[in-house]
């Protein structure tokens, strides 16, 4: 058994790095844990139960005493850190049951390709535009930050121009290839998100990332970018592009609804909206995508305000590139890729995917 006084966070994610885990998990009462192809299970290792102080000695290595401090203060924190030159961390340090506990995400310094993910094809075309606005959605743990670093590497290593990222925290670093990347993080490059996004339209960008649509200035500032001239990428907490048009709305007052339908006819190029499914042999997961793109008669139905036509013209809209989830999961199901059971589990419109199915 090992002594817990001896166990150092970067070797936990190191092991859990070479055990390809999404998320290393620290608290008081359990051994260290990791989540494996969606399954939370301990790490390999005779790693004992940690106690209150092995966890709080173990979190604070990565931890500055300002950032400490902060902690104590507040009881949760956001930070992000690099492990040797294979993956960078995104971590949350949280309070539960009066004791230090942390979930750590573990990040690949290697940026995937949209083939290396399996990605559809169509994601490596909406990024030729060189202005508008391109939302990723999906789940907390969906993949949406790898999507969007293989889009944006699409861009850094065909295009010389300024890509800006503003994030909470930094996660993906892009190095220059032919494009010059600016990467700021809030609370270490910016005092605030809010005061990162005031300046970001002076800072010359061609492309910009704005890591969340957190609220109507956070919208606003996007379509402003999208409509001068600016590629901008961001990402929204929602399922499906119905409810990111639903969301996107309901942000702001109804009165402002048909100058806002208008708005992003104009600046939407594509909504791709993302679940991460587990494959059928046990080996990892795949994306499966549902994927909007503002082909002259999607524009139009936006700039009416019916949304509800959305879905009827993603089902029709194969040569754009277009698919609802459930022809995604659809297509993996007949493939062997995923169990029918587990597309039904992740279906969009269940009793239509049954009847997919049965066809």
């Not at 006084?5 to 051994?31: N, V």
């Not at 606003?220 to 592009?241: C, I, M, R």
């Not at 708005?263 to 494959?279: D, E, F, M, N």
Request: glycine share 6%; charged share 20%; net charge negative.
């Amino acid at each position: 058994m090992r002594d817990a006084a001896s166990i150092k966070i970067h070797e936990l994610i190191e092991i859990g790095y070479h055990e390809r885990a999404s998320d290393l998990f620290l608290k008081a009462g359990a051994p260290p844990m990791m989540r494996q192809h969606s399954i939370v299970k301990p790490l390999p290792g005779d790693f004992p139960v940690l106690t209150a102080a092995d966890a709080r000695a173990i979190i604070s290595q990565v931890m500055s005493p300002k950032q400490i401090e902060k902690f104590e203060n507040h009881m949760e924190m956001d930070l992000a850190f690099q492990v040797g030159d294979f993956c960078r961390v995104r971590a949350n340090m949280y309070m539960q049951r009066t004791t230090w506990a942390t979930v750590c995400r573990i990040i690949p310094l290697k940026i995937m390709t949209i083939s290396d993910l399996g990605l559809p094809p169509v994601l490596g075309e909406v990024v030729k535009h060189r202005q508008g606005l391109i939302l990723v959605t999906g789940p907390t743990g969906s993949g949406k930050t790898t999507t969007l670093a293989a889009m944006l590497d699409v861009i850094n290593e065909s295009r010389p121009c300024h890509i800006v990222t503003i994030e909470d925290p930094l996660e993906i670093a892009h190095p220059d290839k032919k494009a010059y990347v600016s990467q700021r993080e809030v609370h270490i490059d910016t005092e605030s998100f809010e005061n990162s996004l005031r300046a970001v339209l002076r800072e010359a960008p061609d492309v910009i990332l704005v890591g969340e649509m957190r609220d109507v200035q956070t919208m606003n500032v996007a379509l402003q970018a999208g409509e001068t001239g600016h590629l901008v990428f961001s990402t929204v907490h929602t399922a499906s592009a119905y409810e990111t048009m639903d969301r996107i709305i309901n942000m702001f007052p109804p009165h402002e609804k048909p100058f806002l339908c208008q708005r992003l006819a104009g600046s939407l190029r594509a909504i791709i909206a993302q679940k991460l499914v587990p494959r059928a042999d046990g080996q990892g997961r795949v994306a499966a995508n549902e994927i909007l793109v503002c082909s002259p008669t999607v524009t139009k139905a936006i700039e009416d305000g019916q949304f509800s036509d959305l879905y009827q013209l993603m089902t029709e809209g194969e040569h754009w590139g277009m698919q609802t989830m459930n022809q995604s999961l659809l297509r993996y199901a007949k493939a062997g890729i995923i169990t029918e059971q587990t597309a039904m589990q992740y279906a969009g419109i269940a009793s239509e995917l049954r009847q997919m199915l049965r066809r």
